[in-house]
């Protein structure tokens, strides 16, 4: 079974700060992906990145950076310098190779960036 | 081009009534799935359709629940007898095979 854990429920920071949010996995699968979604007010799921299970280079997008590491299983997000615009709600979801390839989301950190 | 649409943006039905939801894919995706958002569960996937092949159902949380896809298009998602549990946003989202999923903007059922 799969599981994804994201033990911050909820962080806030205040605008310019730099911020981490946290994710654990959990499979037996050797290959899988993992994914970031960003839900904001509006409410629609935003795909910010897809990794796969033998990628462990990190990454960076503008002012979001992601941190892979397999020894840890842990699939950690970086925003740096934040923006009010960030605040959201963040998924990391959990995929395997083969089959139906359905998301096992975790269960979100919401981030309030204060102006 | 297009993102996901799914219709209607919000439902409010009654205990005991059938809704119907709709899911119109991005074009040439030939994965769908559905998803359903509680406050209590979190995202939990419901069902997917892979182009001809049959359905996994495996998601499906009773048997008052039904999905097709017709055309390997367009996916409707059928819930019958509807109970107040059943109130949750629905989320579809479409793939290429194998890879990210794309999603739709839900639909908010309320069953009083």
């Known amino acids: 079974a799969q599981k994804v854990t994201q033990a911050q429920t909820e962080i806030s920071v205040v605008e310019k700060e730099d911020v981490t949010l946290d994710c654990v996995y959990e499979t037996r699968d050797t290959t899988y992906y993992l994914f970031w979604y960003k839900q904001p007010p509006s409410g629609e799921l935003v795909f910010l990145i897809r990794?796969?299970?033998?990628?462990?280079q990190n990454e960076i997008s503008g002012r979001y950076s992601w941190n892979f590491q397999k020894s840890t299983s842990s699939f950690n997000f970086t925003i740096t310098a934040s923006q009010v615009v960030d605040s959201a709600v963040y998924f990391c979801?959990?995929?395997?190779?083969?089959?139906?390839?359905?998301?096992?989301f975790g269960s979100g950190t919401r981030l309030q960036v204060q102006p | 081009g297009a993102g996901v649409s799914q219709s209607p943006s919000n439902k409010v039905t009654e205990k005991g009534k059938d809704v119907e939801l709709r899911c119109d894919p991005i074009s040439g995706h030939t994965a769908l799935y559905w998803y359903r958002q509680s406050l209590g569960q979190g995202l939990e996937f419901l069902i997917y359709f892979q182009g001809n092949s049959a359905p996994d159902k495996s998601g499906l949380p009773s048997d008052r629940f039904s999905a097709e896809r017709t055309g390997g298009s367009v996916s409707t998602l059928t819930i019958q007898r509807t109970q107040q549990e059943d109130s949750a946003v629905y989320l579809c989202?479409?793939?290429?095979?194998?890879?990210?999923?794309?999603f739709g903007p839900g639909t908010r059922l309320t069953v009083t």
């Open positions: 979801a959990l995929s395997g190779d083969t089959g139906r390839r359905a998301l096992t």
């Open positions: 990794r796969n299970s033998f990628d462990e």
């Open positions: 989202a479409s793939s290429l095979a194998g890879y990210e999923q794309y």
